[in-house]
């Protein structure tokens, strides 16, 4: 008893105290910058998910997997270590030249009144993996470790629908999965909320053409906030979730 008194003396608090303003390390590829006037012909039909737009110049965070790749070509575009990428609107995901990361932020996720007021206490979420490869539901498990301690904040991810105020959708929404999905979502009761996370679930990602995808589901039910990332780091998505329900 003594001893393991004595090492969380010495281990201190493990737990991200300002999980808002929580630092990143500068090898985190975050929101993109894009540069205009400089030459983009280098990076022509080198984005695997078409993110990345040369003419006019764009990237689709919605899309993009955040490899690099186009950074890497050219001069043009470059990637910051900001993590707070998530956006209530999806057209606001296409980041365009000489945007900065700090006005991105100010627009990108819309508040509402009524969404603090149903859930700004308490937050229940079921995740559903719609075909995923495991990398989007791993960071998601992250989220409840000793890090970074979401729970504090009143989210939380249950074992079952019933007992949700939302889903979370990782995966680009394979045929086998889009019965379940669905199933979920209206197991979940109302109100309730829909957040995308990670590129796949968004765009499809790079399984965006694939014949055995089924995402009719976007297209009959409304999505309150999306999320990008090829993972999702788990500061992107706490983030995400507080500045949504958040006043």
Do not use: W
């Amino acid at each position: 008893m003594l001893e393991t008194l004595r090492l969380r003396y010495f281990q201190g608090n493990q737990f991200i105290k300002d999980i808002e303003n929580a630092p990143m390390r500068k090898q985190f590829r975050g929101f993109p910058v894009l540069k205009s006037g400089e030459d983009t012909s280098s990076c022509d039909g080198i984005c695997p998910t078409g993110a990345l737009n040369l003419n006019p110049l764009s990237i689709d965070m919605g899309k993009c997997t955040f490899c690099g790749a186009c950074a890497r070509a050219c001069k043009a575009v470059e990637f910051t270590n900001g993590y707070k990428l998530a956006s209530t609107d999806r057209e606001k995901l296409v980041v365009m030249p000489d945007m900065t990361y700090e006005d991105y932020q100010k627009t990108a996720v819309e508040v509402r009144d009524e969404i603090h007021k149903i859930f700004g206490h308490s937050l229940k979420l079921r995740q559903v993996s719609a075909a995923g490869c495991n990398g989007c539901e791993m960071e998601l498990n992250a989220c409840s470790n000793v890090n970074f301690d979401m729970g504090r904040f009143g989210i939380d991810f249950v074992a079952s629908p019933r007992h949700a105020d939302g889903i979370v959708i990782t995966g680009p929404i394979s045929e086998n999965m889009a019965y379940a999905l669905e199933d979920c979502y209206k197991s979940t009761p109302d109100p309730k909320i829909v957040i995308l996370c990670g590129a796949c679930a968004i765009s499809g990602g790079v399984f965006q053409n694939a014949a055995k995808l089924n995402r009719e589901f976007l297209e009959k039910y409304p999505v309150d906030l999306y999320i990008p990332g090829c993972p999702v780091h788990p500061l992107t998505f706490i983030n995400a979730v507080l500045s949504f329900i958040k006043k």
